[in-house]
């Protein structure tokens, strides 16, 4: 999959990954960007940003948590740019808890880190099996084949998320439709400015900045791997826990003896006073890399 030439959609794009990664597409030679967020006037900014810089770009609020939604935001790609060769599905939460996670965190975590990749392949895939070619970037997370401490929403969710793009590859990749996942680790983000998210992901390797993610997305995306892990070590990782998933658990909780479920947000998915960045209210940000 090329990135020059194509009409892409990346959600998510306002900032942190999403945004690397609308830049780097233009910085490509995309024919065309749709770039959508809850984020509204961010994204317009920045797709008029590209737009002034020679790519074709247009800027939409979306709440891809909402199938209406990401129904409008296709139209609208369709209509201004022409038939999508590469959807980014790119937007997701975290929560920071674990099993006290009220039942709306649960769903809330489950419509953006889940449901929001089934909307995408539902509006574009009847598109792409009818041209004979097209491309789904779903972003999940490291956590989607390994964990993350701390938060089981998150680490349940992004499990189902690879399990999703899985199904569609084996479901379509043979008639045109191709499928990665994208799975970091920990990444520099807005999500993950918090000192103590950081100092979590921190102890499992390295952090990135969100360029280093889209070198390896266009490069994954160039070889039609259908894992890009921009943290290497994160396929060893994987590989350990198959091997020997009881010693793959010990390791675990040895590792993350000291990290703390924190006080999170309330019934309906609002973070508390002050801002917790690892608790936030649902919108359309990139809870990006974790374990």
Not at 34 to 49: H, I, K, P
Not at 136 to 142: D, G, I, Q, R
Not at 150 to 159: F, I, L, M, W
Request: proline share 5%; charged share 20%; with cysteine.
């Amino acid at each position: 999959m090329q990135v020059r030439g194509a009409v892409a959609v990346v959600t998510g794009a306002a900032g942190g990954i999403g945004a690397a990664l609308a830049r780097r597409f233009a910085a490509e030679g995309a024919a065309g960007l749709l770039l959508a967020d809850l984020d509204a006037d961010a994204v317009e900014d920045l797709a008029g940003e590209l737009d002034r810089d020679g790519c074709r770009a247009v800027g939409v609020g979306s709440d891809v948590s909402r199938e209406s939604d990401v129904k409008a935001l296709v139209d609208t790609a369709e209509k201004h740019l022409g038939p999508i060769d590469l959807f980014c599905s790119n937007a997701g939460v975290g929560t920071a808890r674990g099993i006290d996670a009220p039942d709306a965190l649960w769903q809330a975590a489950w419509d953006v880190n889940v449901m929001s990749h089934v909307y995408a392949a539902r509006a574009v895939v009847p598109g792409m099996l009818a041209r004979g070619r097209g491309w789904l970037l779903n972003t999940a997370s490291a956590a989607g084949l390994l964990t993350m401490p701390g938060d089981a929403p998150y680490s349940v969710t992004k499990h189902a998320a690879v399990a999703f793009a899985e199904w569609l590859s084996m479901t379509y990749g043979t008639r045109g439709v191709g499928v990665s996942v994208l799975c970091p680790q920990g990444v520099r983000t807005g999500m993950t400015a918090d000192p103590g998210v950081e100092a979590a992901l921190k102890a499992f390797g390295p952090m990135l900045e969100p360029d280093d993610v889209t070198a390896a997305v266009v490069a994954g995306l160039a070889e039609e791997r259908f894992l890009i892990l921009p943290h290497p070590e994160v396929a060893r990782y994987e590989q350990g826990r198959v091997a020997d998933r009881d010693a793959w658990l010990a390791g675990m909780r040895e590792a993350v003896g000291g990290v703390v479920l924190r006080p999170g947000a309330d019934a309906a998915g609002r973070a508390p006073a002050g801002g917790d960045a690892a608790a936030p209210e649902r919108r359309d940000g990139v809870a990006e890399p974790v374990l």
